[in-house]
């Protein structure tokens, strides 16, 4: 049955026409827009871009902060039977901007008018970029350059014209599933960045798969505080809504990237969402901010609020035992503690907020803990953008903390062994699936996609189990894994997110084991954290290096025997050793993603010289200068 993403859209308007879809604050408040007038606009859109020659195939991208225009102007290449190739706005002009722009064979551009700039730059070296749309008119356009305004009025014209309006209509209903609707660029943790192309019914399939985890009723409001143009808020984030007759709105565009992120708590309470999207850099910011709003309220409230922590972790248990056995004794109290202290932190989110979905990389189970006590459980999910991006998740239905939650629906899944063997439950492997999620290839790049989809099977590059209790288990990149000299492998990014998210001195962490004599690590250790620590304790200004470093090299040992976590990973793969790192990885610096995942090969590349130095004499005592010069 031919299901495209035109298809969505007019099905949707026909039955929630008078429902808002889009909501949008661009002056003091939030302004709904109906799903009939999303159309009429996205019409529009398309109608101008093929009065600017716009035809079948034809990659158009976008490349703007999220707005209501961005999703319309999606929709609008839709109807002109054009390929969108979001972009990131993180994406530097000079090298990975230009590569997108020139690899995706771009023609027309829609930008906002903070990143007009970066088009500009670099648009002499871009033959193949015809036209450039603004979202709003800037100072100093070039000539030619048009409007989304200007380019709705060429469409609106262009539909007065009966023939072209049904040319026009006759090619967007002709779309086919299996055309493509995105190429979409992976971040690269490992490599080039890649195109994945993905078809309509690769969109609306996993739409219909991700709803069978999921409930989402037509009254539901979400905030999207992730990029656009990541997979994960494309399906997730608006196409399931769109699907559903729901409600979508965008964080408030400010006028620097720092004014955009102070807009999302003021934004989550004026929409009060009943759902959010989250990757675990912001789940950890969250809890940041919520602690320290408990901490600036006296010791009284902290004390209490650890003591409610405390009773609510002992009666959830994993989630999926949740107040089984004696802890059903503990109800009341947590009903009690929900009452005075978790139910407030939750007005913070708008007051509705009945759920997390999180995304982008695995979620370690103590923040998974934290935010289930407090009300509003973070339910873990798995996917890549080669799957669209869906193939597991957690979720009010089926849940339990560690886990990546119940495949979706249909979907095959197999773990294979090193030699392509299937594997039996509860033996890891890789994960390999199949279904009409699973992407059409890379973009001109087929030696790529032979390597990764092979009889129709998408070979995922993660490793991962399935547990005899029906829940997916993932343990992390293949090309993550640390190999001790004896060929035995193991997944560190678990241990990597604990070791962060538990210790208030250690900021990033990156383990390396390549048949090495040990394991050790490169530390990003918070530094004001660890001075601010050592000060209260009047530590001398001259001792301060020395017992900075011997901080550090007690967070580590709390996992080793005898220590407050001992136990919670193998002995054999926690550090030995560790070289301190000054700078931390950002995306500025290249070593961090869009989707705010570390570059593990970037990291061990551009810090080469102090791994091999971990494994010298001098370099494996932790106390040498290179890792004391850190604190001078």
């Known amino acids: 049955m031919k299901k495209t993403l035109i298809d969505l859209l007019e099905s949707s308007v026909e039955k929630f026409g008078g429902n808002t879809f889009l909501l949008e604050k661009r002056t003091d408040k939030f302004e709904p827009t109906t799903y009939k007038e999303v159309k009429r606009q996205a019409l529009e859109t398309g109608a101008g871009l093929a009065s600017l020659g716009v035809t079948k195939g034809d990659c158009v991208s976008i490349l703007s902060e999220g707005r ?144 069978t985890q999921m409930d989402v009723p037509e009254w539901y409001r979400t905030l999207i505080i992730l990029p656009l143009d990541h997979c994960f808020a494309h399906v997730v984030g608006f196409y399931i809504m769109l699907s559903q007759g729901a409600s979508v709105a965008t964080v408030q565009v400010g006028k620097t990237p720092i004014e955009n992120l102070k807009n999302i708590p003021v934004n989550i309470k004026e929409v009060q969402p009943h759902f959010l999207l989250s990757v675990p850099a912001l789940a950890k910011n969250f809890r940041k901010n919520i602690e320290s709003t408990i901490q600036k309220k006296g010791k009284f409230t902290e004390k209490l609020f650890r003591h409610a922590l405390k009773t609510a972790y002992a009666y959830n248990k994993d989630g999926y035992l949740k107040g089984t056995g004696a802890s059903a004794m503990l109800k009341p109290l947590v009903a009690f503690y929900d009452k005075i202290l978790f139910s407030k932190v939750r007005e913070a989110f708008g007051g509705n907020l009945e759920f997390f979905v999180g995304g982008g990389a695995l979620l370690d189970a103590e923040l998974q803990r934290f935010f289930y006590a407090i009300g509003v459980p973070m339910y873990q999910g798995y996917g890549l953008s080669e799957a669209t991006p869906v193939i597991s998740t957690n979720s009010p239905r089926h849940h339990r903390f560690g886990s990546s939650g119940r495949l979706v629906e249909p979907l095959d899944m197999r773990i294979v062994g090193e030699n392509g063997e299937d594997l039996p439950v509860g033996q890891k492997g890789e994960m390999v699936v ?95 954290a660890v001075l601010r620590h050592l000060r209260e304790k009047h530590v001398a200004e001259a001792d301060i290096p020395a017992e900075a470093v011997r901080l550090i090299l007690d967070e580590v040992n709390k996992y080793k025997g005898g220590g407050e976590f001992a136990g919670e990973f193998p002995e054999r793969w926690l550090p030995a050793s560790f070289a301190l790192i000054r700078d931390p990885f950002t995306e500025q610096n290249g070593l961090v993603n869009s989707t705010m995942k570390i570059v593990r090969g970037k990291v061990e590349e551009r810090y080469k010289d102090r791994i091999d130095h971990i494994y010298t004499p001098e370099g494996k005592d932790v106390m040498n200068g290179k890792n004391l010069e850190v604190f001078k």
């Open 68 to 211: 209501n225009d961005w999703i319309i102007s999606e929709l609008g290449i839709f109807y002109a039977a054009g390929v969108s190739v979001p972009l990131s706005i993180k994406l530097e002009e000079s090298n990975d901007l230009m590569f997108r722009l020139r690899h995706g064979e771009v023609s027309v551009i829609f930008v906002s008018d903070s990143q007009y700039r970066k088009v500009n730059t670099i648009r002499d070296q871009l033959p193949g970029l015809r036209h450039v749309i603004v979202f709003d008119k800037v100072e100093g356009m070039r000539e030619g350059d048009l409007t989304l305004a200007e380019v709705k009025e060429k469409g609106r014209e262009y539909l007065t014209d009966k023939e072209k309006k049904e040319a026009l209509l006759a090619q967007a209903h002709a779309i086919q599933n299996d055309d493509y609707a995105t190429i979409t660029y992976t971040s690269g943790t490992t490599a080039d960045p890649k195109g994945v192309i993905l078809t309509h019914r690769n969109y609306t399939a996993n739409v219909e798969q991700a709803l």
């Open 434 to 528: 199949r279904g009409e999620n699973v992407m059409a290839g890379y973009w001109r790049n087929p030696k790529a996609t032979e390597e990764t989809v092979r009889g129709g099977w998408l070979y995922t590059g993660d490793m991962g189990y399935m547990g005899e209790d029906g829940f997916l288990y993932v343990l992390g990149r293949f090309k993550s894994l640390l190999i001790a000299g004896d060929g035995e492998k193991y997944s560190p990014e678990g241990m990597e997110e604990a070791i962060a998210e538990k210790s208030p001195y250690i900021e990033q962490i990156i383990i390396y084991n390549n048949q090495s004599p040990f394991t050790s690590a490169l530390i990003v250790p918070a530094r004001e």
